[in-house]
C-alpha cells in the first residue's frame, strides 16, 4: 500500500490502482490470541484479516505504463454489533 507521499504523487501523473481480492482469512496469531482471551475482542472490535488477490495500476488516458501483479495485505477492520464493518487500518508490510 503506497505511503502518502506516493500516493500523492500517483495523483499527479493521473495513475491510479485498483485491486481484486481472491481471498481472505484470519491470521494465526489473531486465531490464538482469540482462544486465549474470547472477550477480548469486545475491547476493540478489530480483527485482522488478510487478504490476498491482484492489484492493477494504471495511468488515466493511456495505455502505455499498466500492469498488474499479485499481493498480500493485512487489514484491520472494525464491526461492531450496531454498525456495519468499516476499514480501521492497513498495515504496512504488504507482500509482492
Known amino acids: 500500500v503506497p505511503d502518502p507521499v506516493l500516493w500523492?504523487?500517483?495523483?499527479?501523473q493521473?495513475?491510479?490502482a485498483t485491486a481484486t481480492v481472491g481471498e481472505g482469512h484470519f491470521p494465526q496469531a489473531l486465531k490464538t490470541a482469540l482462544a486465549a482471551d474470547p472477550g477480548a475482542i469486545t475491547d476493540a472490535y478489530i480483527y485482522a484479516v488478510t487478504v490476498t488477490g491482484r492489484q492493477s495500476i494504471a495511468w488515466t488516458g493511456s495505455d502505455k505504463g499498466t500492469g498488474s501483479e499479485p499481493r498480500?495485505?493485512?487489514?484491520?477492520?472494525?464491526?461492531?454489533?450496531?454498525?456495519?464493518?468499516?476499514?480501521?487500518?492497513?498495515?504496512?508490510?504488504?507482500?509482492?
Open 8 to 12: 500523492s504523487r500517483m495523483g499527479d
Open 14 to 16: 493521473a495513475q491510479y
Open 72 to 96: 498480500s495485505s493485512t487489514l484491520a477492520v472494525q464491526c461492531r454489533p450496531d454498525r456495519d464493518c468499516a476499514l480501521a487500518a492497513v498495515l504496512p508490510t504488504t507482500a509482492p
